[in-house]
């Protein structure tokens, strides 16, 4: 089992950039394929992106691609996301996730375990 601690949330302006961080529990952190989500008020959770164990293959969703690049240092147990060119529509609670298995995927239902969440609030 793992548990997850986001943090890096917060007020920022558009155009400018943030950076998330999340911090996994437990020795077997890299074993664990690791994505960000997030949830707008009103709206569904959607997936951001997803990283491998190795940090080699990632997942970017249409809408973030070129924007935010996902990372991980297993040697910190931290998966990071940094946000550029933030646009008010990116506003929501960005929340990490880890699933057991080697696949990357963006389906949600397949994450196993989840973080309390960050608010992240972009002004135009």
């Known amino acids: 089992q793992v548990q997850l601690v986001e943090s890096g949330g917060g007020l920022v302006q558009a155009g400018g950039s943030l950076r998330l961080s999340c911090v996994g529990s437990?020795?077997?952190?890299?074993?664990?394929?690791m994505g960000w989500f997030r949830q707008a008020p009103g709206k569904e959770r959607e997936s951001v992106a997803a990283?491998?164990?190795?940090?080699?293959?990632?997942y970017y969703a249409d809408s973030v691609k070129g924007r935010f690049t996902i990372s991980r240092d297993n040697a910190k147990n931290t998966v990071y996301l940094q946000r550029n060119s933030l646009k008010p529509e990116d506003t929501a609670v960005y929340y990490c996730?880890?699933?057991?298995?080697?696949?990357?995927?963006?389906?949600?239902?397949?994450?196993?375990?989840w973080g309390q969440g960050t608010q992240v609030t972009v002004s135009s």
């Open positions: 996730a880890a699933r057991r298995g080697p696949t990357v995927v963006a389906d949600n239902a397949r994450y196993d375990y």
């Open positions: 437990g020795r077997t952190f890299s074993s664990y394929v």
């Open positions: 990283i491998s164990t190795s940090g080699r293959d990632t």
